[in-house]
Nanobody, 124 residues
Framework: QVHLVESGGGLVQPGGSLKLSCAAS????????MSWVRQAPGKGLEWVSDISSRSSFRYYADSVKGRFTISRDNDVNTLYLQMDSLKPEDTAVYYCAKGALRPGTGANPADAFRGQGTQVTVST
């Protein structure tokens, strides 16, 4: 049974940092591209970043490029998202998801298997 469990969210001031983790089980993690998506209050799902199975390729939404870094450790089946220089507009529930979900792949983030999410709030 596929299982994705996100952690690491919280309340942070603008300009601060957080590192999200996603523990994966129930599938061959090292063979799957993985993504982070987010959903801000009152808005739809937004793709944030994805990474290929062996970390050879990493992609970012323009809104987070240069501030967020996606990574993975296939030895411990875990996906990460380092978030720096956080802005209030980064406030959202963040989900990890199976597959590469960036625009142009034909994938719909709403259809992807996701975890339960972790809340990130950027506020003074």
């Amino acid at each position: 049974q596929v299982h994705l469990v996100e952690s690491g969210g919280g309340l942070v001031q603008p300009g601060g940092s957080l590192k999200l983790s996603c523990a994966a089980s129930g599938f061959t993690f090292e063979r799957e591209a993985m993504s982070w998506v987010r959903q801000a209050p009152g808005k739809g799902l937004e793709w944030v970043s994805d990474i290929s199975s062996r970390s050879s390729f990493r992609y970012y939404a323009d809104s987070v490029k240069g501030r967020f870094t996606i990574s993975r450790d296939n030895d411990v089946n875990t996906l990460y998202l380092q978030m720096d220089s956080l802005k209030p507009e980064d406030t959202a529930v963040y989900y990890c998801a199976k597959g590469a979900l960036r625009p142009g792949t034909g994938a719909n983030p709403a259809d992807a298997f996701r975890g339960q999410g972790t809340q990130v709030t950027v506020s003074t």
